[in-house]
C-alpha cells in the first residue's frame, strides 16, 4: 500500500480509502450485512488501509455509528484517519457546531481527523460555514478541514480564510469532468483530491456492458438520458458514448492481462494530485481484491490509451462536475 503526506502537514493516508457509505442497506446500494461490512472494514486495515470516509448522510447516521463502534470495539481508533462530512442544510454556524458534536458521539472519539463540507448550500455563505469548522478546530474536535464537491469559485472563497487540506470530487475513466479546471487548481494550490465514485457506482467493475443492464438506482447520472427514473438533470446522456468506451476498455483490459476496476483504479493513481481513492467494499473479497489492484502501476502507453478510448465521454459530459445536475442546476461554484 503506497501512502499521501498531504501538503504541509504530518498526515499520511493510504491511497486506498474506505468508502463507507455502502456498508450500511439504503436505496441506492441495496440490502447489506452488518457481518460482512465489519469483515470487509477488518480486511481493509490488514492491506494498509488507514483511512475512512464517512458521512451523516450515510444511512442517515448509520455509517457513523457502525464505524465507531467498529473502530472503538477493537481498539483502532489511533490507527486510522477519520473523514466525515457536515450534512446539507445544516451549514449555519450553529448547525455546524450541532453537527460535528452528533458525527463525534455516533463515532464513539473526541476528534475528526478530516471534516468536510459535503454540498454547498446556495442560501449560506460558504465563509460563514467555513469559519464555524475553524473554531471546530480550534476547539481540537477537528483536525483538519476540507471540502467536497467544491469548484473554483468555493475553493477560492474558503481559501481566502484557510486553504482547505483536500477537495473530494467525483473521478473515474467515465467521469473526468474535473479535468477541465478543478483538478488543475487543487494540483497548483497544493490540496488533495479524494476521489469519490471511482468504479461509477459498479460501471466499471465489469457488471454492466449496456445502458439497459445499469438499474434505474444507479442510473441518474447525467450519462444517461433524463427518461430515466429518479435524475434531476434535463440533458439527453450520453450511454451510446458511455458504453462504447467501457466495451473498449474491458477489450483493453483483456489485451493487457488486467481487470476492468483494475485498470480503471491504476489509471486514476496515475496523475498527479490524487490523494486517495474512496472505494467501498461489500465484504471480505472486495476489499482484498481493491487493496490488490491499487498495488500496481500502468505503463505511460496504456494510460493514453485510456484517455484515447475515454475522451468522447469527457467531452460529452463537458466542465461540469456534478455527476448529478446539469446546466444552470449544477451545485459546482
Not at 460482512?36 to 486495515?45: E, L, V
Not at 446556495?122 to 460555514?129: F, R, Y
Not at 474512496?278 to 489492484?293: M, T
Request: hydrophobic share 35%.
Amino acid at each position: 500500500m503506497q501512502y499521501y503526506q498531504f501538503h504541509g502537514t504530518e498526515l499520511s493516508v493510504s491511497q486506498l480509502c474506505f468508502g463507507c457509505w455502502g456498508i450500511t442497506s439504503d436505496f441506492h446500494w441495496g440490502d447489506r450485512y452488518e457481518t460482512d461490512s465489519i469483515a470487509a472494514m477488518k480486511t481493509a486495515i490488514e492491506c494498509g488501509v488507514n483511512f475512512f470516509d464517512t458521512a451523516p448522510m450515510y444511512g442517515d447516521g448509520a455509517s457513523e455509528t457502525m464505524v465507531g463502534k467498529f473502530l472503538h470495539d477493537n481498539g483502532l481508533r489511533d490507527e486510522i484517519v477519520i473523514a466525515s462530512k457536515i450534512r446539507p442544510g445544516k451549514m449555519r454556524a450553529a448547525d455546524v457546531i450541532q453537527e460535528c458534536d452528533e458525527s463525534l458521539s455516533r463515532l464513539k472519539t473526541d476528534y475528526i481527523d478530516l471534516y468536510q463540507t459535503h454540498w454547498t448550500d446556495p442560501d449560506v455563505p460558504l465563509a460563514e460555514t467555513w469559519q464555524a469548522m475553524l473554531d471546530l478546530k480550534r476547539q481540537g474536535k477537528v483536525r483538519h478541514l476540507g471540502v467536497c464537491n467544491a469548484g473554483l469559485n468555493d475553493l477560492s472563497s474558503v481559501g481566502d480564510i484557510e486553504k482547505p487540506l483536500s477537495d473530494q470530487l467525483p473521478y473515474n475513466l467515465i467521469s473526468r469532468m474535473i479535468e477541465f479546471e478543478i483538478l488543475p487548481q487543487c494540483d497548483a494550490d497544493g490540496i488533495g483530491v479524494l476521489v469519490y465514485s471511482p468504479l461509477m457506482h459498479g460501471m466499471l467493475s465489469g457488471k454492466f456492458h449496456a445502458a439497459e443492464q445499469v438499474p434505474d438506482s444507479r442510473a441518474r447520472t447525467r450519462h444517461f438520458s433524463s427518461q430515466r427514473p429518479h435524475t434531476r438533470h434535463q440533458e439527453s446522456g450520453c450511454e451510446a458514448a458511455t458504453f462504447d468506451a467501457i466495451n473498449a476498455i474491458v477489450r483493453l483490459a483483456d489485451e493487457t492481462g488486467k481487470s476492468l476496476p483494475e485498470l480503471s483504479l491504476q489509471w486514476l493513481l496515475s496523475h498527479h494530485g490524487i490523494a486517495s481513492l474512496i472505494a467501498g467494499a461489500k465484504n471480505e473479497s472486495q476489499a482484498r481484491q481493491n487493496a490488490n489492484f491499487v498495488s500496481d502501476t500502468l505503463d505511460e502507453d496504456i494510460v493514453a490509451k485510456l484517455d484515447q478510448i475515454t475522451s468522447p465521454v469527457k467531452q460529452a459530459l463537458g466542465a461540469n462536475a456534478d455527476l448529478w445536475d446539469g446546466g444552470e442546476a449544477s451545485r459546482y461554484n
